[in-house]
């Protein structure tokens, strides 16, 4: 399996230099908005990543609820055939950087974070 030397969680509104040797992926549900798809130049939209509908609906930002929000997400993707996904990620032989993009405000609270962390599990 390709080991990625680094995971970084980057809003889509940051205006971050894109390396030959990155990874973009976009891990929103949602297309972020005020953004063209020419503009955000990803090499993957994971939107089977994200959360469900239901799951985000619910937990709304809200970060009393991030705990169970967590925990809940994690269960979606233990349970979720990430097979493309992986599979895509694993061919990425000349990429060292992964970069999920996100329209978030709060990162440390959101759900790239913790899918940064189950891929960090399945990837690095």
């Known amino acids: 399996m390709t080991k990625f030397e680094s995971l970084q969680i980057v809003r889509v509104y940051q205006d971050i230099d894109r390396h030959k040797t990155d990874f973009r992926m976009l891990v929103d549900r949602l297309w972020p908005r005020g953004i063209s798809k020419?503009?955000?130049k990803?090499?993957?939209w994971a939107k089977e990543l994200?959360?469900?509908?239901?799951?985000?609906?619910?937990?709304?930002?809200?970060?009393?609820?991030?705990?169970l929000f967590r925990d809940r997400y994690l269960a979606e993707l233990a349970n979720?055939?990430?097979?493309?996904t992986i599979g895509i990620?694993?061919?990425q032989t000349a990429c060292d950087r992964l970069l999920l993009l996100?329209?978030?405000k709060d990162i440390e609270h959101s759900s790239a974070t913790v899918l940064g962390e189950f891929l960090v599990?399945?990837?690095?």
């Open 38 to 40: 020419n503009s955000l």
């Open 42 to 44: 990803l090499d993957y």
């Open 50 to 67: 994200a959360p469900s509908t239901e799951l985000r609906k619910w937990y709304d930002h809200q970060v009393d609820r991030f705990d």
């Open 80 to 84: 979720a055939d990430l097979s493309v």
């Open 89 to 91: 990620l694993t061919k």
């Open 102 to 104: 996100t329209a978030t």
């Open 121 to 124: 599990a399945k990837l690095l």
